[in-house]
């Protein structure tokens, strides 16, 4: 159990952010459970860019048995919706040594406890003997490839779910009062006395001078991130997941349905998905690891077929779902 006290001024700086850099880690994490159903089709997508692409530092970030990512690849939000570039920024400028430090508790999944981190990924090592800004500039690389290929062409919608989610919160602030809202987030977390309690197999229980709460589509339960150095930099950050069917919706239509993939080829179904929004063949082959020529062959198919048209666009070609292909698309 976790167990925050938080007094009234605290309450009252309490507040909520959505994270787009904190849906990106969470994905890294080994849960040893499958996704929650109306969020599995996202992850095993962002799993596979993760298996597919060139990420070695964040793939082996991903394979700690602990289920720890070091902190520093999750920044604290700096306002109510920071960019991802902002949070990228963030990541970059992280002091060295905290860079190293939180990467030495990767074997214990817990935060700095001066390990010598002989037990670490043989790429972790290699990376960190080159220091900590290093490491820091190969993260920051590496997590936006990752954010352009897995997250990118669906985080207006992600957004917006998150963004009606937090209206909901304030609703019920302004109707019911900051228990009934903590009490609503998720069965795992209660309100109640001055104290926020949380479901958890760690054992911690400390005042705070606020609480940061992110709502999440790939959380599969309540995460508290704190500050092992307690310095008051860095208040708690409450993690829950947002659960509806707008967001089932949303994510399932970004892949192929099993049906749709045994009509048009897995292969195609997935390109047609793809163009829910115009993109050029280059764009195409970038997100899902083919040639060039291989997605011209599929988009040529498909436009003989009438399920997509092209037109010029500058110097790039670019490809639209027609009528017909958007209709396939949608049919779930």
Not at 79 to 98: F, I
Not at 111 to 123: N, Q
Request: aromatic share 4%; charged share 20%.
């Amino acid at each position: 159990m976790i167990e925050l006290t938080v007094d009234a001024a605290g309450l009252a700086r309490s507040r909520f952010a959505v994270s787009p850099l904190h849906e990106v880690v969470l994905t890294l994490l080994p849960w040893g459970v499958q996704p929650a159903p109306d969020t599995a089709p996202w992850v095993a997508h962002a799993r596979r860019v993760l298996r597919r692409a060139r990420l070695p530092l964040l793939s082996e970030l991903a394979r700690d048995e602990g289920g720890y990512v070091p902190d520093f690849l999750s920044p604290h939000p700096s306002g109510p919706a920071p960019t991802v570039e902002e949070q990228l920024k963030q990541v970059l400028c992280t002091p060295p040594r905290r860079v190293l430090g939180e990467l030495d508790a990767l074997r214990d999944g817990r935060p700095p406890s001066g390990l010598a981190g002989s037990g670490l990924p043989s790429g972790v090592r290699r990376a960190m003997g080159r220091g900590g800004a290093h490491v820091a500039r190969r993260a920051a690389d590496e997590m936006r490839r990752y954010w352009d290929l897995a997250f990118a062409p669906h985080w207006d919608a992600a957004k917006a779910t998150l963004d009606a989610e937090i209206d909901r919160c304030a609703n019920v602030l302004a109707r019911h009062g900051a228990a009934r809202l903590f009490n609503s987030l998720h069965s795992d977390i209660r309100w109640a006395d001055g104290t926020l309690r949380v479901e958890s197999r760690f054992r911690i229980a400390l005042p705070v001078p606020l609480v940061v709460v992110v709502p999440s589509l790939v959380a599969l339960g309540p995460i508290v991130a704190v500050d092992p150095t307690r310095d008051g930099g860095r208040p708690p950050i409450l993690i829950y997941p947002v659960r509806n069917e707008v967001i089932a919706n949303a994510i399932a239509s970004a892949t192929p349905t099993a049906e749709m993939a045994r009509l048009l080829g897995p292969t195609r179904a997935g390109l047609l998905v793809a163009l829910a929004q115009p993109a050029s063949t280059t764009e195409l082959a970038i997100r899902h690891f083919l040639r060039i020529s291989t997605v011209s062959y599929h988009l040529g198919i498909l436009h003989r077929a009438g399920l997509v048209t092209r037109a010029r666009s500058g110097r790039s070609v670019l490809y639209r779902r027609t009528p017909e292909g958007s209709r396939l698309a949608g049919r779930r």
